[in-house]
């Protein structure tokens, strides 16, 4: 992603004293899990909803794991708050085993290295929202997977 405007330190005198506040064209995005792009889900290895809308600090998305799946273990420099709307299973943050259910939460910090794990008998269903779009736009997100 390349960022249309640059600034440097010799920029700083020019910060405004007020913000520009403009609505974006878009506020809402319709019925995400059917318009979700299929290629981060095959790349991620489980369905995954991307929810575009025009946030420049977090991102939500709409994960979904069936039973016995699991996620890739990876990790990333962004942290990761998950809701956990249907199922339960656990995740490996670490060293520790966090188990969850439906209605838990759960922090992935930052740089930790990470797996979600459905270990129930149904499918599981989560939403995550995490700050990588704010690091993305100041060039030093990262993701790495195992």
């Known amino acids: 992603m390349s960022h249309t405007t640059s600034f440097s330190s010799a920029d700083f005198p020019a910060v405004p004293p007020e ?14 899990l059917r318009t979700h792009a299929q290629a981060f889900s095959t790349e991620r290895c489980h369905p995954v909803a991307v929810v575009d809308l025009p946030s420049r600090a977090i991102s939500m998305t709409i994960g979904a794991l069936a039973p016995s799946q699991a996620t890739r273990m990876h990790r990333h420099n962004y942290e990761t708050l998950i809701y956990v709307t249907k199922g339960s ?12 259910q439906a209605g838990d939460a759960i922090y992935v910090p930052v740089w930790s290295w990470h797996q979600h794990i459905n270990t129930g008998n149904e499918d599981v269903v989560y939403v995550a929202c995490e700050n990588a779009p704010m690091l993305q736009n100041l060039g030093v997100a990262l993701r790495q997977e195992k």
Do not use: A, I, Q, Y
């Open 19 to 32: 913000l520009d506040v403009g609505l974006p064209d878009r506020l809402n995005h319709k019925d995400v």
């Open 89 to 100: 299973g656990e995740s490996v943050v670490g060293s520790r085993t966090v188990k969850w």
